[in-house]
């Protein structure tokens, strides 16, 4: 699939398959592009838990959710405290380690673009994926339950399989314009376009 087509294509698919498991060579390379993601300082502070059968189960019981019957979740964790070790190192200049000197939790946006690999890639492998939100009284129990260290934060689950949905919600209508978007060189000034450009009018616009 060429890369605008599966931009396109992305969509967050809400029902699954429940018999058609996830093929292993597709989570392998799933995996693999999350681990590739960007990284600031190259700290590389994300983990990702991959829950299956009765840990997936267990997970789905905790949470209260069905997850559409996805056979797969993956959940995205940041590690703060490898960015702030990484940070702390000559090179960096902080060695107090003091997370208020930053701008933003670069650990939370880092394991989120890794989340968008995720997405990206199971549509390059053919399948569907939602990512749900977790609630502040289920994160401290998936601590508990399945071992993740008190510094690594999940930022929510994603759930993969084979999608059950007809076709996708056509969002055309909901989409916010492009010049309510984009601002070019000064705020309120929309992108010139060229009218023999044919990307306006590509698949991008229509979701």
């Given at each position: 699939?060429?890369?605008?087509?599966?931009?396109a294509?992305r969509h967050?698919?809400?029902r699954?398959?429940?018999?058609?498991?996830?093929p292993?060579a597709s989570?392998h390379?799933?995996?693999?592009h999350?681990?590739?993601?960007?990284?600031?300082?190259f700290s590389?502070?994300?983990?990702f838990l991959?829950?299956?059968g009765?840990?997936?189960r267990r997970f789905?019981?905790q949470?209260?959710k069905?997850a559409g019957?996805?056979?797969l979740i993956?959940?995205?964790i940041?590690n703060?405290?490898?960015y702030?070790d990484?940070?702390a190192?000559?090179?960096?200049?902080?060695?107090?380690?003091d997370?208020?000197?930053w701008?933003m939790?670069?650990w939370?946006?880092d394991?989120?673009m890794?989340?968008?690999?995720?997405?990206q890639t199971?549509?390059?492998?053919?399948?569907?994926a939602w990512?749900?939100a977790l609630t502040p009284?289920?994160r401290p129990?998936?601590?508990?339950t399945?071992?993740i260290?008190?510094?690594?934060?999940?930022i929510g689950?994603i759930?993969?399989?084979?999608?059950a949905?007809?076709?996708p919600?056509d969002?055309?209508?909901?989409r916010?314009?492009?010049?309510?978007i984009i601002?070019?060189?000064?705020?309120?000034?929309p992108?010139?376009?060229?009218?023999?450009d044919?990307?306006?009018?590509?698949?991008?616009?229509k979701?």
């Amino acid at each position: 699939m060429e890369f605008r087509q599966l931009v396109a294509a992305r969509h967050m698919v809400r029902r699954f398959d429940p018999h058609r498991p996830v093929p292993r060579a597709s989570l392998h390379r799933i995996l693999d592009h999350a681990r590739r993601g960007p990284s600031a300082g190259f700290s590389q502070g994300q983990a990702f838990l991959v829950l299956e059968g009765p840990h997936l189960r267990r997970f789905l019981n905790q949470a209260g959710k069905t997850a559409g019957n996805a056979p797969l979740i993956i959940v995205p964790i940041a590690n703060k405290t490898a960015y702030l070790d990484r940070y702390a190192h000559p090179d960096k200049g902080y060695p107090d380690r003091d997370e208020t000197t930053w701008t933003m939790p670069y650990w939370l946006l880092d394991t989120a673009m890794a989340a968008l690999l995720i997405l990206q890639t199971a549509v390059d492998e053919g399948l569907g994926a939602w990512f749900f939100a977790l609630t502040p009284h289920h994160r401290p129990l998936l601590h508990t339950t399945f071992d993740i260290p008190h510094d690594h934060d999940p930022i929510g689950a994603i759930a993969i399989g084979y999608s059950a949905q007809p076709h996708p919600r056509d969002l055309t209508t909901r989409r916010r314009p492009r010049d309510e978007i984009i601002h070019y060189g000064h705020w309120g000034h929309p992108l010139p376009y060229d009218p023999n450009d044919p990307t306006p009018g590509n698949d991008f616009t229509k979701r």
